[in-house]
């Protein structure tokens, strides 16, 4: 059984720095793309940044250049070190592979707060 745990998150003040971490437990790590989603009260879920099992990141537009998202697949650890961090950055992160379905149920996440 697949599961996902990801944490790390917490209050941090506008432009302040955080970084986020994922376990994955249950399956093979290295052969998915993974990436980072975040939801936002009243908002959905979006995909915030990627990395492929070849290590090429992607990120959507509101993030680059702020976020770095790693992976690291001897431990199945995926990371996202946040800088320069803003309060539209408040949400709950999740991990999971790019293309998703039930065979990775999604994990609890993690809140990160920013202030303003």
């Known amino acids: 059984q697949v599961q996902l745990v990801e944490s790390g998150g917490g209050l941090v003040q506008f432009g302040g720095s955080l970084t986020i971490s994922c376990v994955v437990s249950g399956s093979v790590f290295s052969f998915y793309a993974v990436g980072w989603y975040r939801q936002a009260p009243g908002n959905q879920r979006e995909l915030v940044a990627s990395i492929t099992r070849d290590h090429t990141a992607n990120y959507a537009d509101s993030v680059k250049g702020r976020f770095t998202i790693s992976r690291d697949n001897a431990k199945k650890t995926l990371y996202l070190q946040m800088n320069s961090l803003k309060p539209e950055d408040t949400a709950v992160y999740y991990c999971?592979?790019?293309?998703?379905?039930?065979?990775?149920?999604w994990g609890q996440g993690t809140q990160v707060d920013v202030s303003s």
């Open positions: 999971n592979r790019v293309v998703t379905d039930s065979r990775w149920p």
